[in-house]
């Protein structure tokens, strides 16, 4: 029985090709996929997007002795791109060197996942990175510094004035306080930082390439700008203004962890707060200032 029969009434792709990737059968859900394309030939006429996949994979792993491989490859459509998870083998009781192709769509799969991985690792609220992905990328950073030999920083912002905002003005501000300030953070940032919501009104930015001095002035600006967010129209400043206070840490010369960097960042901010007189405080190691 020729080996395309076994596959004939199956939902998914199925195509065997010889070692010149020229199409040899194909099955029927296979057929109604490319049925404008006429002329049967090479594979890449028919699927383009499989040219790349295909030929690295077939040279370099079936021709060394790998049975099988699976990778996802896409089929551009009209208006969207879906998604099929492909396994290439060979057929092992054909005499010539052909191999065999089942594709299964699983783009409902893949944007669900996706989906999720978003969930996992963003705020609902704000959509900024939450604090354990903050704690992989400035991990990353981190070892990037180190690597290159430069410096980069971490700011630790908390806001003063959340509780009474909350208090007098009911969650619904609040909440409404807490995306305002993750719009003025990723407005005022570089594409090359990183923002997240550590949980509560605590927020964490990493700066890349920057020294501590740096790192002190954007987080002056940043509170700055931070001050100018209107809460609610036509109440007093006192119920309404929006503060922060803000500590930095240098990596990797302060600490080469993200557990100690954040640490000395949230003890510069403490010192900050208890000092009406200052927003910002960077810690150097031996002394904190402004």
Not at 75 to 103: H, M, T
Not at 116 to 131: H, I, S
Not at 239 to 253: L, Q, R
Request: aromatic share 6%; glycine share 6%.
């Amino acid at each position: 029985m020729p080996l395309i029969e076994l596959f004939e009434n199956s939902s998914d792709l199925v195509f065997v090709i010889d070692e010149q990737a020229r199409v040899v059968e194909t099955n029927r859900a296979f057929d109604q996929l490319f049925r404008e394309k006429d002329e049967i030939g090479s594979i890449f006429a028919l699927w383009p997007e499989l040219e790349s996949t295909w030929g690295s994979l077939v040279t370099s792993k079936l021709s060394s002795g790998i049975r099988k491989i699976r990778t996802d490859v896409t089929v551009e459509g009209n208006s969207s791109a879906a998604i099929y998870d492909l396994e290439i083998f060979p057929a092992c009781e054909s005499e010539q060197s052909l191999y065999v192709g089942v594709a299964r769509n699983v783009t409902q799969d893949r944007h669900e996942h996706q989906r999720l991985q978003v969930q996992v690792t963003t705020d609902d609220l704000t959509g900024l990175f939450v604090r354990s992905q903050l704690d992989i990328l400035l991990d990353l950073e981190i070892r990037r510094a180190i690597r290159r030999k430069s410096s980069g920083c971490f700011l630790f912002i908390d806001m003063d004035t959340f509780k009474g905002i909350n208090d007098v003005h009911g969650h619904t501000a609040g909440d409404r306080v807490l995306k305002a300030v993750s719009d003025v953070l990723q407005s005022n940032l570089r594409d090359s930082d990183v923002v997240a919501r550590m949980g509560g009104d605590e927020f964490g930015v990493v700066l890349a390439d920057a020294s501590l001095e740096h790192g002190v002035s954007k987080a002056e600006s940043l509170a700055a700008a931070i001050g100018e967010i209107s809460v609610v129209e036509g109440v007093s400043a006192t119920t309404s203004e929006v503060h922060v206070s803000i500590g930095v840490s240098a990596f990797p010369d302060h600490a080469d962890t993200p557990q100690k960097i954040i640490q000395l960042a949230d003890e510069a901010m403490y010192l900050a707060k208890s000092d009406p007189g200052r927003a910002v405080v960077g810690w150097d190691g031996h002394q904190r200032n402004s």
